[in-house]
């Protein structure tokens, strides 16, 4: 990299960061994750992947960049959450036979945290309960699972989020980002 380039590229930095950084943490929340995907931005530019064509302002494209870095980090955190493994399940309950396992509800044998979970499961609303194990118990990915379940994409989604948020309600977590949205599905 020439000198020059260098010194453009931290002058790009030094007076764009911090706006890039609230445009990703907006998306992403404050935090590890959103300095990474705001320093990616940058990275991008010095690797030539992203290039700027001059067609709009710097502020403009480096959201433009930075929102594509943002879904990508979504897709990826989407695809590796699971709440439960059956298998690990398996092997727990096979492994540690009633050995005791600390958890945040108390210290329990593995099968009595397997039957724990699954007894919450059965306590969602029915499409939120086929969305919560065609996606994490299936491990089905979100287009394939909302197919099997005769939905659009959205709507699978909107099933997910609504399950997720009432399991961690029936495990008595709160949930940050459900405070003053009540948003019910189709039970």
């Keep these: 990299m020439h000198h020059a380039d260098r010194k453009a ?5 030094a007076r764009h960061y911090h706006a890039t ?3 990703v943490a907006a998306r992403v929340g404050y935090g590890a994750h959103a300095e ?10 010095c690797r030539g992947t992203s290039k700027y064509n001059g067609s709009t302002n710097v502020q403009r494209y480096l ?16 695809n590796s959450v699971k709440i439960i493994d059956p298998g690990l399940l398996e092997k727990l309950a096979t492994t540690t ?7 945040k509800v108390g210290r329990m044998s593995a099968s009595q945290l397997r039957a724990l979970i699954e007894e ?12 919560i194990k065609l996606r994490f118990i299936e491990g089905l990915k979100s287009p394939e699972a909302a197919k099997k379940a005769g939905c ?4 699978f989604y909107d099933r997910v989020g609504y399950g997720i948020r009432a399991f961690r309600k029936l495990n008595g977590q709160s949930d940050e980002k459900s405070r003053g949205r009540k948003k019910k599905i189709d039970s």
């Design 97 to 103: 036979g009633d050995n005791l396992l600390s958890t």
């Design 36 to 45: 990474d995907i705001t320093q990616d931005v940058f990275v991008e530019i």
């Design 120 to 131: 919450r499961v059965a306590q969602l609303p029915p499409k939120a309960r086929e969305a």
């Design 21 to 23: 950084l609230k445009y």
């Design 152 to 155: 659009s994409v959205k709507t």
């Design 9 to 13: 590229l931290e002058a790009l930095h």
């Design 63 to 78: 959201h433009g960049v930075a929102k594509n870095l943002v879904r990508k980090y979504r897709l990826n955190r989407t």
